[in-house]
Nanobody
Framework: QVQLVESGGGLVQAGGSLRLSCAAS????????MGWFRQAPGKGREFVAA????????SYTDSVKGRFTISRDNAKKTLYLQMNSLKPEDTAVYYC??????????????????WGQGTQVTVSS
């Protein structure tokens, strides 16, 4: 089992920045493909960004390209999401996720095996 704990959420004004972190523990003897997802009130969970096990490949949903950056530090077993130029429509609970197999990046919610508890990001206009 792998446990994931997100941190770094909060309230920020439009145009501001936040950095989310996701710390992994448990059976983390090898690096896993990971991703960030978000869920706004009344909506389904949607893909935000994903990264391969090495960090060499990344993918972003169109609405965050150029504003968000996903990265990882495998030595620290930590995943990051740097969010700049935040907009009110970015308001959501943000979740990190890990896939128990594979090496590339993955954008589908259904393929991930482990999820964190989520951290709230609220962007005021």
């Amino acid at each position: 089992q792998v446990q994931l704990v997100e941190s770094g959420g909060g309230l920020v004004q439009a145009g501001g920045s936040l950095r989310l972190s996701c710390a992994a523990s448990g059976r983390t003897d090898r690096s896993l493909p990971m991703g960030w997802f978000r869920q706004a009130p009344g909506k389904g969970r949607e893909f935000v960004a994903a990264i391969s096990w090495s960090g060499g490949s990344t993918s972003y949903t169109d609405s965050v390209k150029g504003r968000f950056t996903i990265s990882r530090d495998n030595a620290k077993k930590t995943l990051y999401l740097q969010m700049n130029s935040l907009k009110p429509e970015d308001t959501a609970v943000y979740y990190c996720a890990a896939k128990n197999s594979g090496v590339f990046y993955y954008t589908e919610v259904s393929v991930y095996d482990y999820w964190g508890q989520g951290t709230q990001v609220t962007v005021s206009s």
